[in-house]
C-alpha cells in the first residue's frame, strides 16, 4: 500500500513539472528522445488525451468509420496464387509516406506535424517506459514516459469499422500508424510488393508494443513533429498558478498580480486576438463558438490552455 501511495506521488509530481508547448495549435511534450521528436499529446481528430479522435487508412488523408479493401484508395484488385497464397493488389505510394501528400497527420494539421517513423517507433518501444495497462479519467490506455521523465498517455481507441463490423477487440485493442511499409511475403517466401501491411504501435491488455496493420483498416494516429528539421518554432509554457476561465463574453485571469498580455489563437496557430488584460479582466468581440487557444504572460511567467467559447 505504502509503494502505491509512493508511485501515485512521483506521478503527479512528475505531470506537474512537465514542459509542454504549441505548435501549430496543437500540444506536445519533449520527451527527452535521442532524435529530438516531440510527441503530440492527443490524437489527430481529437482535443484531449482521452478522446479517441479519428481513424484513417494508411495514406488516406481523410478520415473515416467503415473501412474495406475495396474501399481503400489505393486498391486496385486482388491476386492469387497456389504458391504464394491471395492478396490485395495495391498502388505503391511508397515504403516511407512519413512527411508527403499521403501522411494524413501532415495533411490535418500542417506546420511540420507528420506520422511517426521506424526510428521514432523504435525509441517509444526501447528508450521510454510505461507501467502497463492502466485507467485515466475512465479511459483506458497506457502512460508512456521518456528519459527525462515526461510522458504521453495513448489511449485504447479500438479501430474502425471492417465491412461495416465492429473488430472484436474494439474494447480492449487499439493501433495507431507510423508511415513505414511492413515487408509482405507469400507462402513460398517471395515479397508482396506493395505489402499489404505498415507498421503500427499497438496497445492492448498486455501493454504497448509493436506491430502491424493491414494498410486498409482504420487506425488512429498520433503525430510527431521534429523541429529541427521542419524548421518550426514551438511556443513553450510552463503550467503554474496562473488561471484562465471564459465567462460572459470576456476572458477572465486570475492567480497573479502582474499585468498580463493576452494572446488568442485558433487551432490551426492562426492569431486572432492580441491584448492586454486589465483587472484581470479581458472582453472579447463576437467569435464563433468553437475551442481555441489562449496565452497569457505576465513578464515572469506564461501559461496556454484551450478554452471553449460559446
Known amino acids: 500500500m505504502v509503494c502505491c501511495v509512493l508511485w501515485r506521488l512521483r506521478h503527479l509530481q512528475m505531470n506537474r513539472s512537465h514542459r509542454h508547448g504549441i505548435i501549430g495549435g496543437h500540444e506536445y511534450v519533449d520527451l527527452g528522445l535521442p ?100 485507467e485515466e479519467n475512465g479511459v483506458r490506455g497506457v502512460r508512456i514516459y521518456g528519459p527525462n521523465e515526461h510522458s504521453i498517455f495513448l489511449p485504447v481507441c479500438g479501430f474502425g469499422l471492417w465491412n461495416g463490423e465492429q473488430d472484436p477487440f474494439h474494447n480492449t485493442d487499439g493501433a495507431y500508424w507510423t508511415g513505414v511499409e511492413d515487408p509482405d511475403y507469400g507462402y513460398d517466401g517471395t515479397p508482396i510488393d506493395p505489402s499489404n501491411y505498415a507498421k503500427s504501435l499497438l496497445i492492448d491488455l498486455s501493454g504497448f508494443t509493436s506491430s502491424k496493420s493491414r494498410k ?27 488561471a484562465i476561465s471564459f465567462q460572459n463574453g470576456s476572458i477572465i485571469v486570475s492567480g497573479t ?28 468581440p463576437s467569435l464563433s463558438n468553437g475551442i481555441y487557444l489562449i496565452s497569457v504572460t505576465d513578464g515572469a511567467s506564461s501559461k496556454t490552455q484551450k478554452v471553449a467559447i460559446k
Not at 483498416?217 to 503525430?223: C, D, K, P
Not at 498580463?260 to 485558433?266: Q, R, S
Request: hydrophobic share 30%; proline share 5%.
Open 35 to 134: 532524435s529530438g521528436t516531440l510527441w503530440a499529446t492527443y490524437n489527430v481528430g481529437a482535443t484531449s488525451p482521452y478522446e479517441k479522435g479519428q481513424y484513417f487508412a494508411w495514406g488516406e488523408t481523410e478520415p473515416r468509420e467503415d473501412f474495406s479493401w475495396e474501399s481503400y484508395k489505393f486498391f486496385e484488385g486482388y491476386e492469387a496464387d497456389p504458391n504464394k497464397g491471395s492478396w490485395a493488389v495495391l498502388e505503391n505510394i511508397g515504403t516511407d509516406i512519413c512527411g508527403t501528400e499521403y501522411d494524413a497527420a501532415r495533411y490535418q494539421w500542417g506546420n511540420g506535424w507528420r506520422l511517426p517513423n521506424e526510428q521514432e517507433r523504435y525509441e517509444l518501444r526501447m528508450l521510454c517506459w510505461n507501467n502497463g495497462p492502466s
Open 216 to 242: 486498409a483498416g482504420g487506425l488512429n494516429i498520433r503525430a510527431v513533429v521534429n523541429p529541427k528539421e521542419a524548421g518550426v518554432n514551438p511556443l513553450v509554457y510552463e503550467r503554474n498558478n496562473i
Open 257 to 284: 498580480d502582474n499585468k498580463c498580455t493576452l494572446e488568442l489563437f485558433d487551432l490551426s496557430g492562426r492569431s486572432i486576438i492580441s491584448a492586454t488584460v486589465d483587472n484581470g479582466i479581458c472582453p472579447l
